[in-house]
Nanobody
Framework: QVQLVESGGGLVQTGGSLRISCAAS????????MGWYRQAPGKERDLVAS????????HYADSVKGRFTISRDNTLNTIYLQMNNLKPDDTAVYYC??????????????WGEGTLVTVSS
């Protein structure tokens, strides 16, 4: 099993910056991709950004390209999401996600409990 713990959420003004973190523990050797999803009230949970373990390839939702940066510290099994030029529409609960390699020894997917990011106008 993999455990994911997010930290760093909070309240920030429009145009401000915030960095959130997600620390993985447990069967971290199973993790092929980690990412951030977000869910605003009354909306679906959507992918924000992801990063591949092996080659650090990244993917971003169009709405955050140029403003958010995902990074990973493999020695700490931690990913970060640096969020700049924040907008009220970025207000959501941000969830950390991990996807495992296709192996009978690994669970498929794990989620953290989420961290709230609120952007005031």
């Amino acid at each position: 099993q993999v455990q994911l713990v997010e930290s760093g959420g909070g309240l920030v003004q429009t145009g401000g910056s915030l960095r959130i973190s997600c620390a993985a523990s447990g069967d971290t050797i199973c993790i092929s991709t980690m990412g951030w999803y977000r869910q605003a009230p009354g909306k679906e949970r959507d992918l924000v950004a992801s990063i591949v373990t092996d080659n650090h390839n990244t993917h971003y939702a169009d709405s955050v390209k140029g403003r958010f940066t995902i990074s990973r510290d493999n020695t700490l099994n931690t990913i970060y999401l640096q969020m700049n030029n924040l907008k009220p529409d970025d207000t959501a609960v941000y969830y950390c996600n991990s996807i495992s390699y296709d192996s009978p020894y690994c669970g498929k997917e794990y989620w953290g409990e989420g961290t709230l990011v609120t952007v005031s106008s």
